[in-house]
């Protein structure tokens, strides 16, 4: 009789965010966790081993891998070169996440502890959906999104790639986030958003930087 497989997964990315996934890996029954990350002086990541950097991917090709890094083009870059390698790219789910039967989840997304997904939403490849956060019903959240800690996505709310909806913010019903968005920490954002930027406040503005021609036109 033969035994089980043992589940062996790579995390990319020995941070915080990744520290949060192992614990996740865990708790989905991967019993070998290693870490890979660019930066060759970590040594370990929440006990766990960093055995090398992004160049070792090829050493794991039979090991399932996650990208545990915040930064959406970051994310997008390592997820492409995992894609062209045939890497097995997977999802993790929190077992204590409430995710509706009718829920679409792409690969590479990371749903973490406390979060709510309901149903007939579609979460694309390479998001982030992270603790305590919600994303209602009729939802269409694209590749590379991050909704942060505690933030709440209302129903039939479609948000564009790579966008970071911030900790704690708001996202009405009925409404379009544009590709590339920053939603700050705490914002509500009430009407449809189309120009590309960071949106800040109650109800959510564009934030306008001066440039140094008008600064300079003001003294």
């Known amino acids: 009789m033969g035994g089980s497989i043992l589940r062996k997964l790579v995390i990319i990315g020995a941070s915080g965010h990744g520290k949060v996934i192992a614990d996740i890996a865990l708790k989905n029954q991967y019993e070998k966790i290693i870490f890979l990350d660019d930066d060759d002086t970590i040594m370990e990541c929440a006990g766990f081993p960093v055995k090398g950097t992004t160049e070792d991917i090829e050493k794991y090709l039979f090991w399932d891998f996650i990208v545990a890094i915040g930064e959406a083009n970051v994310r997008k870059k390592i997820f492409d070169k995992l894609e062209l390698k045939s890497c097995n790219i997977v999802s993790l789910i929190h077992p204590k996440a409430i995710i ?120």
């Open 100 to 219: 509706s039967r009718r829920v679409q989840i792409e690969k590479g997304t990371v749903i973490m502890a406390g979060a709510i997904i309901n149903s007939d939403t579609k979460v694309g490849k390479g998001c982030i959906v992270n603790t305590g956060a919600s994303v209602d019903h009729d939802g269409i959240i694209q590749d590379f999104v991050h909704i942060s800690v505690g933030a709440h996505v209302a129903g039939s709310v479609h948000i564009g790639l790579k966008t970071w909806v911030g900790a704690g913010a708001i996202v009405l019903n009925n409404l379009n986030i544009c590709n590339e968005c920053m939603i700050g920490a705490g914002a509500v954002v009430i009407d449809d958003i189309n120009i590309k930027g960071t949106y800040i406040g109650v109800p959510a503005k564009l934030l306008v930087k001066e440039t140094s021609y008008e600064k300079s036109s003001l003294n």
